[in-house]
């Protein structure tokens, strides 16, 4: 391994205590501005010691003794970080006192070291992590594991093995065998990357060894609710209590912009009268933190008070009976299909519903929604403004209707002209 490394070997004091006028000899190894230490098990006079030189002053057989002693010790580790060196390790100043010492370390694998990222998360759930979040870390690990099983015949692989070629395999691997589209298998690789970049960090790694791997995303057409389809949604009557509750949990989300996650945690503390003197929900968003202030719309503020009385507020203090979003996806797919909507629903198409439908469509300022969806950037907010087709007609039918009166007044100009 070619290394750009800063190196150095430095001898220094520590005075002993109890003992005036002496001190223990200490190695400090120095690699890329980080520190090891290494007691040499030697004392010294202060009086005797030279600091620039790293040596004891004298011509006696104790002094020579304990140069050449430190001269030894210089050019074993010296011997030492050449022969890491050579093997093409990923050199520190720890490694490189471990391999003195005579410690051998670990080494490195890529499973190990996911599976302590994603520990690492897993104690940070609640605090600064989505339990969402951490679900995804564990779904790419396990595909990792089947990877490795399927295509290498191995159960592990060591960080230094990784190169772009594995990443490329990888990602085939996704496409074709798991059947992952292309946004996702990204996604999966992206996490991959971050938890290499850990490993850079806790300097187990050189550099991460995708790094050159770019993760390109493709535009989606997100799906949404037309108004027609939303007033079809609201409008149908059914006899199965918890299809009711799902479609007005669905549609509170539609009204409000809040997703899945964020409406599942809401409770009646969350819910109070804004500078307007209306209702607003007032909550920080789960998945950025950021501060998300909707005022309510009539829809929504009917569907609160309808489960004033509910028992998943009094028993689970929750604004509503919000079920798993595996179950909320599944109902509202029986819905759609009782109501003749031929969309795959899910509760994430709510969302878009309210940036598109709901707010944009209807002259809303992007900026506003984006500040309604907790956006961090508006960047984001433009992802969900689809322009619907609707209102393409008419903002066409304005200019066209611009034109004909130019027109118009072209032609009595003309005739006032000739006249």
């Known amino acids: 391994m070619k290394t750009n490394q800063t190196y150095g070997i430095l001898f220094w004091l520590k005075k002993l205590k109890n003992k005036e006028g002496l001190a223990l000899i200490y190695c400090r190894i120095t690699i890329n501005g980080k520190r090891a230490e290494i007691s040499t098990k ?27 002693y430190l001269d030894n ?12 060196e050579t093997s093409g ?13 005579g410690f051998k370390e670990k080494e490195r694998t890529l499973i190990d070291t996911y599976e302590y990222h994603n520990t690492q998360m897993e104690n940070l759930v609640g605090i600064d992590v989505v339990a969402s979040t951490l679900s995804k870390y564990v779904t790419v690990l396990n595909k990792l594991k089947v990877f490795l099983k399927k295509k290498h015949k191995r159960k592990d692989i060591s960080l230094n093995e990784l190169n ?72 149908k009557e059914f006899k199965i209590k918890r299809l009711e509750e799902v479609r007005d949990v669905f549609l509170f989300c539609c009204y409000t912009g809040y997703s899945f996650v964020d409406v599942a945690r809401l409770t009646p503390q969350d819910v109070a009268k804004g500078i307007d003197g209306g209702l607003w929900v007032r909550i920080h968003r789960q998945k950025t933190g950021t501060q998300s202030n909707v005022p309510l719309l009539p829809v929504a503020e009917q569907i609160i008070k309808k489960y004033k009385e509910h028992p998943h507020r009094e028993l689970k203090n929750k604004l509503l009976p919000v079920k798993s979003n595996q179950k909320m996806n599944a109902y509202l797919q029986e819905i759609a299909d009782l109501c003749e909507i031929k969309k795959k629903l899910t509760m994430h198409i709510s969302r878009h519903t309210f940036a598109t439908t709901v707010t944009l469509s209807n002259g809303v300022p992007i900026e506003t929604v984006s500040k309604l969806l ?9 992802i969900y403004a689809q322009v619907l087709e609707h209102k393409v007609s008419e903002d066409m039918s304005k200019l066209k209707e611009v034109f004909a009166l130019k027109n118009e007044i072209t032609v009595t100009k003309n005739k006032s002209s000739a006249s």
């Open 42 to 68: 030697r004392n010294v006079e202060i009086k005797k010691w030279v600091k620039k030189a790293g040596k004891v002053n004298g011509r006696r057989e104790q002094d020579l003794n304990l140069n050449a």
């Open 73 to 84: 010790m210089r050019a074993r580790i010296h011997a030492n970080y050449n022969q890491l």
């Open 89 to 101: 390790k990923f050199i520190t100043a720890e490694t490189l006192k471990n391999s003195f010492l």
């Open 164 to 235: 772009h070629k594995f990443a490329v395999d990888f990602e085939y691997y996704l496409k074709v065998e798991c059947g992952i589209c292309h946004n996702t298998t990204m996604k999966y690789i992206r996490d991959l990357k971050k938890v290499m970049n850990m490993a850079v960090t806790n300097e187990w790694l050189n550099k991460n060894p995708f790094a050159n791997f770019r993760c390109s995303y493709k535009k989606v057409i997100r799906e949404i609710l037309t108004e027609a389809e939303l007033k079809t949604f609201s409008e």
């Open 374 to 382: 907790g956006h961090t950037k508006l960047a984001t907010t433009q």
